[in-house]
């Protein structure tokens, strides 16, 4: 159980993260720290150095003034003062015999590095060499340099105040170094909780959206950075998804429907005849309402799966010209019975030919649906206008204009949608379809079709299509 939160703990992001940032952030220090100390180093080695050349010129004074015999007694002097353990005085021949020494028995007989005289020599400047003294622990810091005629002086120092400080910047650095890994870790793993706590809030509403409830919605705060950016994302496209599951169920609802209802009168049509019936002419009845029944099916399906290949892409369309204005007027003369039988006033404005590149009977099906509608939805004596005339931003324009019931304005955006009906024409023969082929008809030609109603006024739908339509057909 603890393994197991363990391993889930260090595949987590936040944890990851935290390992970054403190790894980071402590190389960082480490460096930062690193560089100080070797120029704290370099800083104390100068000021010794500065210290040794200076005593070495005080030693040169000395000899100009005092002659050899004066530097002796000094040196003496010093030595003593500063202790013996501090201090190593020697002084030596331009060959490296050496003249006098100070007391040696703490810097365990240092000898001469005539490596370091025949420098001196050659280059004239003062050469200097640290040399540890194993048993103690302790260095010494050397200089050797020329205080006079053929005088050469050896001239040390210890450096245990130095080591001492060098010992003590260690020991702050380890602890510092300790406190600051513990620190970015902290910090490091408070940071990526916080970055990170927006994503959990968008995996939580996933498990439960993944559960089956289909109305949550990942928080948003106020702060708009990422994390509430991939969750406006992330709701936005819940939404989709939902509006589409909803149109899916509600579409599958009206299939349902419309293919029960006939099914159910044809059923219960051959029930009655086959209870009550005896006559022939019965079964001959029941056997045309069957074959009309099932030929208002087959065309309902058949429409269904038209609509589904145009929008999709996939139906073949016979690109050819086609004149929109003489396939209007020959509509409206196919519809002049219909319109007689409700008394409606027929008309179509459509002189001027109109032509486009396009699939004519497709087209015929477009028209046909809008201008049966039209009828349709017109109330007894009405009028029903269908015009034909070129597109004010080019390509051709046609119209369908009644004064029948009209649409409400929340219908007129779902209209176009598959078995969509509104309330008022559900008494009316119809399968909702007519419109969603007349939209993939014209989109299939890269047109569209708009329309403006007021209810008890009337409806003018627009269709437009443009010339090229068989090039955006062949893309
Ligand atoms: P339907 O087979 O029901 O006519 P459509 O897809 O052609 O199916 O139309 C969908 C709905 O739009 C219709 O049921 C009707 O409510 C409304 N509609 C379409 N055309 C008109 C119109 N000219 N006037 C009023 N309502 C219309």
Redesign the pocket.
């Known amino acids: 159980m603890f393994l197991k939160q363990l391993n889930r703990l260090r595949r987590s992001l936040a944890f990851r993260l935290t390992l970054w940032y403190a790894g980071i952030f402590s190389i960082s220090a480490f460096l930062a720290f690193f560089f100080f100390y070797f120029l704290v180093i370099d800083v104390l080695r100068s000021q010794v150095d500065e210290d040794l050349n200076r005593q070495l010129r005080a030693f040169a004074g000395i000899m100009q003034v005092d002659g050899l015999e004066g530097v002796r007694r000094i040196a003496l002097q010093e030595t003593q003062a500063g202790g013996e353990a501090a201090r190593l005085i020697r002084l030596l021949s331009r060959f490296g015999t050496e003249f006098s020494v100070s007391d040696q028995t703490y810097w365990r007989n240092i000898g001469v590095d005539s490596e370091a005289i025949r420098r001196l020599l050659t280059e004239g400047q003062p050469v200097f060499e640290t040399i540890g003294i194993p048993d103690t622990g302790d260095s010494l810091r050397i200089i050797y340099g020329s205080i006079g005629p053929g005088i050469i002086m050896q001239l040390g120092q210890s450096l245990a105040p130095q080591m001492r400080l060098i010992q003590a910047f260690q020991r702050l650095f380890f602890f510092t170094m300790a406190a600051v890994i513990g620190l970015a870790a902290i910090i490091g793993w408070f940071l990526a909780r916080r970055a990170l706590s927006g994503v959990g809030d968008i995996a939580r509403t996933a498990r439960r959206i993944t559960q089956g409830d289909l109305a949550v919605r990942a928080p948003v705060s106020r702060r708009g950075d990422e994390i509430d950016q991939l969750a406006g994302n992330i709701n936005q496209m819940l939404d989709r998804i939902l509006e589409l599951i909803t149109g899916i169920r509600e579409m599958s609802d009206n299939i349902a429907h419309d293919l029960k209802s006939p099914i159910t009168r044809i059923r219960g049509l051959a029930e009655v005849t086959l209870t009550t019936s005896e006559q022939v002419a019965d079964y001959e009845q029941m056997g045309a309402s069957t074959i009309e029944e099932c030929d208002r099916l087959l065309d309902m399906i058949n429409t269904m799966l038209v609509i589904s290949r145009t929008e999709a892409g996939v139906q073949e369309l016979a690109w050819q010209s086609v004149d929109m204005a003489a396939l209007a007027r020959d509509a409206v003369h196919l519809f002049e019975t219909t319109a007689r039988d409700k008394a409606i006033q027929l008309s179509v404005a459509a002189n001027e030919p109109q032509h486009i590149h396009g699939d004519a009977p497709m087209l015929q099906r477009m028209v046909a ?1 809008l201008l049966d ?2 009828i ?2 017109s109330a007894q004596g009405g009028k029903v206008r269908v015009g034909v005339q070129a597109g004010s931003a080019g390509g051709v324009e046609v119209t369908f204009q ?1 004064n ?4 409400q304005a929340e ?1 007129t955006a779902r ?1 176009f949608e598959r078995f ?3 309330d ?2 559900r008494s009316q023969t ?7 082929l007349a939209q993939a008809v014209a989109r299939a030609h890269g047109g569209s079709i708009t329309v403006r ?1 007021e209810p008890g006024q009337g ?1 003018t ?1 627009r269709v437009i299509l443009p010339f090229n339509a068989d090039k955006i057909g062949e893309k």
Not at 404 to 407: D, E, W
Not at 430 to 436: K, N
């Open positions: 649906n509608n039209a349709r939805y009644d029948g019931i009209g649409i219908d209209i969509y009906r509104c008022p024409s119809g399968t909702g379809l007519g419109l969603s109603s409806s739908f």
